[in-house]
């Protein structure tokens, strides 16, 4: 079982490969789509970078539930309603979607996941030791 | 000019790897508006015979119902020149398929000599304003004229044939064509 250091530096060598940004840039508060400039794309490549480090599988949508936003059953005026923030609690437990709920813009999603969460949702999936 | 940046295919394994050739020619046009008297080809050329090498491979291996496009490039070295007479040689290998996209690592060779290697992502795309660009003629025309099912086997050493799906689109449309 490795270490959350370890997953933490494992992280980082994958978000430096996908992203081409530097080792330093990767810090725990540091967003993907705001502060380290990942696209749609992207995600797909994290994804199995962090699979093939962790040796994991990672369904479609677990890391990152884009369905949700646009599915109309929890979008309105562009806006994630209740239904649908309740929903992303559920499918997100490793993020802190507090700020977003404040005002949850669809165009705003993108930007809401950081480093920090993704350890989070590895370490639930491989177990960490302290 | 023609967008072909690779030869033909001198080996093609179904859902695993291909190996091209591209042959430099001191006739081709664009290696003398590169740098003024050094007709080296541009890498971003290369990239492109090693995509063209990737993607064909992956359409293969999805049946060609996909439209698979380039997507990003996460990784590309070079480490010397390729100029006319040398002939490399492109070989992609399949990282990984998904729903949404596949990834290949590549590398071009010049004989024994690596000249580049390159990661290559590729995009799945559902957007049908695209749909001249993916025709199923297209695609059977290219493996034929690249010598794909001369040399290619299936995962399981039997011969590549076209799948019957792209093989029945053309009839199709072969079809459609007669009757107007």
């Known amino acids: ?130 | 000019m023609r967008w072909y940046w690779i030869d033909k295919f001198i080996e093609f394994e179904s859902g695993r790897y291909a190996k091209a050739v591209k042959c430099i020619s001191l006739a081709e046009e664009h290696l003398h508006d590169h740098f003024s008297f050094y007709p080296m080809i541009p890498n971003s050329l290369v990239i492109e015979g090693m995509a063209q090498t990737g993607g064909l491979l992956i359409s293969e291996h999805n049946q060609f119902s996909e439209k698979v496009v380039l997507a990003k490039i996460p990784k590309a070295r070079f480490y010397c020149d390729a100029v006319p007479g040398d002939t490399l040689i492109y070989t992609t290998t399949i990282e990984y398929i998904k729903e949404e996209g596949a990834m290949v690592s590549a590398t071009s060779y010049k004989g024994d000599i690596l000249h580049a290697e390159a990661e290559i992502v590729f995009a799945h795309l559902n957007d049908s304003r695209l749909g001249t660009l993916f025709e199923p003629e297209t695609f059977l025309r290219m493996m034929r004229m690249l010598g794909a099912f001369d040399v290619g086997h299936a995962a399981d050493g039997s011969r590549l044939v076209p799948p019957p799906r792209l093989l029945n689109a053309v009839k199709s449309a072969q079809n459609d064509g007669q009757g107007k």
Do not use: H, W
Request: proline residues 5%; charged residues 35%; aromatic residues 8%.
């Open chain 1, 1 to 130: 079982m490795p270490t959350k250091d370890e997953v933490f530096d494992k992280i980082r060598t994958a978000l430096v490969d996908a992203l081409g940004v530097d080792e330093e840039d990767i810090t725990p508060e540091a967003t993907l789509v705001g502060d380290l400039g990942a696209e749609s794309i992207d995600f797909l490549d994290i994804v199995f970078r962090l699979e093939k480090a962790f040796d994991i599988k990672i369904p479609r949508g677990e890391l990152f539930p884009e369905d949700i936003l646009t599915d109309s059953k929890y979008v309105r005026d562009g806006k994630v309603t209740e239904t649908g923030l309740s929903e992303l609690r559920k499918r997100m437990p490793f993020a802190n979607l507090d700020d977003f709920s404040k005002n949850p813009l669809v165009q705003d999603f993108g930007n809401l996941l950081k480093v920090a969460d993704m350890c989070r949702f590895v370490e639930s999936k491989v177990g960490v030791t302290d």
